[in-house]
């Protein structure tokens, strides 16, 4: 949807979600002078305006709901050459900080100053140009707003260390098609070569490999068997492979993957690790699911400080989980029980709602709403493949 700011003219998004965060972001695109209309049951159709008709203000109060609207600064400062963007607000987990982005940004000739909450970032000469771009660390969003920033810079850049998830694949390719110039998507270094001017296109956007985790991990807990369509199995390697390791069966074709489970979870270990390793955004709910393995489990989270948040509401429900810096040390119980919990962020309300389907009574999770931002009615999906799960 950002990626939009940077071609005038009228975009079509499909199989995108009916989330909160869509819908978040509509409203900062709008507030930025670009229509968005909801088209189809998961289809929007974006129409961005002359570049004389943008506003580059990203208002507070849109960009403290969500902290990935920062990618909206690498398109503005790419089509305008100038933005003014709150400093980001979204899930409570830990300081993320945006060096990266303003760093990379810099090295293409960006200027920024901040004040009164806002980042103002300004371009001489109207134009970004290319630069080699080294990345600390291979941030997601990172990636994503350098590489938005290159595709209308002067000359080459390169994006070293560049963050390999689908998501930035998935974003290149919609790029390319537009007619940028861009090898290397997936890899850890990306080749940007600027072009003038980008054009509309209709663009399929990949699925939510996320969400797929959830319901193949809630089958694990859960047993039986689920099916998930849209995803690829090889976007989903580490996830499959620690659910393997638990005990499920998996069976993989095409776009379609299906999780079987026929006995108790079996405790097992991992980290998180930037993509292809196992996603921290995966860890809520293993860690649900470790609660009730045989065994005792070990699972690190190298990325992001504040994440155990939700492992305090699995305490309540009953989980034999320890906490050092880190790390947990999870030794699984024969059965959770059900108590009033908190959603403290997407992930963590799965986590706590995936918990509650396999604890003994019921389970009231407050704050639910965070769920709503990454998942398309969640409860009603579960309730359809038979989990007690209700929203009131």
């Known amino acids: 949807m950002a990626a939009t700011i940077l071609a005038e003219g009228r975009h079509v998004l499909t199989n995108v979600p009916k989330i909160r965060d869509v819908a978040i972001m509509a409203e900062m695109l709008e507030a930025l002078g670009i229509q968005v209309t909801t088209s189809g049951p998961h289809e929007l159709t974006i129409d961005t305006p002359a570049t004389s008709s943008l506003s580059v203000v990203a208002p507070y109060e849109l960009v403290e709901k969500m902290r990935a609207s920062i990618v909206v600064l690498g398109p503005l400062l790419a089509r305008c050459g100038r933005a003014t963007v709150s400093m980001p607000g979204g899930d409570d987990f830990g300081s993320r900080p945006i060096d990266y982005h303003l760093h990379g940004l810099e090295e293409m000739g960006a200027t920024f100053s901040s004040a009164h909450g806002f980042i103002n970032g300004e371009v001489a000469g109207g134009r970004l140009h290319g630069a080699v771009l080294g990345l600390e660390f291979p941030s997601h969003t990172t990636t994503d707003n350098l590489l938005m920033a290159a595709v209308l810079a002067e000359g080459v850049t390169v994006i070293e260390n560049a963050a390999r998830e689908p998501e930035v694949v998935d974003l290149a390719n919609f790029l390319i098609s537009m007619g940028a110039m861009i090898d290397g998507a997936g890899t850890s270094r990306i080749t940007v070569t600027g072009v003038d001017a980008l054009t509309p296109v209709t ?41 393997h390791q ?124 965070h769920v709503d931002r990454g998942y398309e009615d969640l409860p009603g999906t579960l309730a359809s493949l038979g989990g007690k799960v209700e929203r009131w």
Do not use: W
Request: charged share 20%; glycine share 10%.
């Open 246 to 369: 638990v005990g499920a069966q998996i069976d993989a074709n095409g776009s379609t993957v299906t999780a079987t489970m026929e006995q108790r979870l079996v405790a097992t270990d991992f980290a998180t690790l930037p993509y292809p390793g196992v996603a921290t955004d995966y860890t809520p709910c293993l860690v649900a699911a470790l609660s009730i393995a045989s065994g005792v489990s070990f699972v690190t989270e190298n990325l992001f400080a504040g994440r155990f948040r939700y492992v305090d509401e699995l305490r309540r429900m009953g989980a034999d989980i320890r906490s050092d810096g880190h790390h947990l040390v999870i030794r699984g119980c024969d059965l959770l029980s059900g108590a009033r919990v908190k959603s403290h962020d997407i992930r963590a309300g799965a986590a706590v709602i995936l918990a509650g389907m396999v604890a003994d009574g019921e389970t009231v999770i407050d704050d639910d709403g």
């Open 203 to 243: 663009h399929e956007v990949v699925g939510d490999r996320v969400v797929a985790a959830t319901y193949l991990t809630a089958v694990a807990m859960t047993e039986g068997s689920v099916t998930v369509h849209g995803v690829t199995a090889s976007d989903l390697e580490m996830l499959l492979a620690k659910l």
